[in-house]
Structure formats: C-alpha cells, structure tokens
C-alpha cells in the first residue's frame, strides 16, 4: 500500500513561515505529479502548488510568489515552503500523488490525512 504523511503545520504569525513535508512511503517505483491542496473551514478545496516528477511547478495565483514547491525523487518526498504567510492561508493542507507505481500495482490519486497551518493576525 501506499500513504503520503504530512508534517509541518502549525501556528504562526502573520508575515511568518513554514515548511511542509510529506513523506511517500511503500514499494514505490515513481510517482508522477504531486501536490498541495488546502481547504479552509466553508470553503472549497483548492490546488496550491502542483509539481511534476520532473520539477516543473504550478501555484494557484494567490500564492505566486510567496509559496515553493519541490520534491526529492529518490526519497519519495515533497516540499512546500511557505513564506509571506497571510491569515488567509489558513487551512488544512492536503499531499496528494498522482499515479504512484509500486511494486503491487498503480495507484491513480493518494491523499495524505492533511495538516493544520494556522496563520494568526
């Protein structure tokens, strides 16, 4: 099986940053493009930063700018380091993996359980 686990969320201030991680773990071969999602509280879910297995990145407009997206092949890891944080960045912030072959098959969409950033103001 395959599980995408998020770390780095937390509280900070406005103006402030962080980085998230998430670590894909199993008989992973390659995985294609991966992600970061958010959703905020009666809001919809929305893409933040896309990045393909070769690197190349997209960002949602509000983001451009502030947010990076990267990823370590051969550890099955992605990145996303948000700096210029707004308390409108509020939000659980989802990994998501598109296409992951591994040994026992290939899985279309894995989603990570999500982790909390809470921007205060």
């Known amino acids: 099986q395959v599980q995408l686990v998020e770390s780095g969320g937390g509280l900070v201030q406005a103006g402030g940053s962080l980085r998230l991680s998430c670590a894909a773990s199993g008989s992973i071969f390659a995985i294609n493009d991966m992600g970061w999602y958010r959703q905020a509280p009666g809001k919809q879910r929305e893409l933040v930063a896309g990045i393909s297995s070769g690197g190349i990145t997209n960002y949602v407009a509000s983001v451009k700018g502030r947010f990076t997206a990267s990823r370590d092949n051969a550890k099955n890891l992605v990145y996303l380091r948000m700096n210029s944080l707004k308390p409108e960045d509020t939000a659980v912030y989802y990994c998501?993996?598109?296409?992951?072959?591994?040994?026992?098959?290939?899985?279309?969409?894995?989603w990570g359980q999500g982790t909390l950033v809470t921007v205060s103001s």
């Open positions: 998501y993996a598109d296409s992951v072959t591994t040994a026992g098959g290939r899985y279309l969409e894995v």
